[in-house]
């Protein structure tokens, strides 16, 4: 089960690769997460550059910690760290 500070929320669009990878990546750690759609909805497109300050997709954030977008995240796979993040 997954408590709100290590939530998974990705800001993505319909067409977005990186968005696709993010969520394989995660899926393949069986890690639930929740996704918003930025392309359909201005008003969660403006909320998404608010809490980034990033124009581009994807953005993830675990809990309120802002990952970034997918080249970050598996960055942090790559280190090791990701796992803390999720608490795993």
Known sequence: MTS???????YET???????AA???LDKKQVE???????????QRQIMMDR????TVPQIF????HVGGFDDLAELEAG????ALLGK
């Open 4 to 10: 709100a500070e290590n939530s998974v929320l990705i």
């Open 14 to 20: 319909g067409l977005c690769g990186f968005c696709k």
């Open 23 to 25: 969520k394989r990546l």
């Open 33 to 43: 997460y929740q996704t918003i759609r930025v392309d359909t909805d201005n008003e």
């Open 52 to 55: 980034s300050g990033r124009r």
């Open 62 to 65: 675990i809990g309120d910690h």
């Open 80 to 83: 090791g760290e990701l796992d």
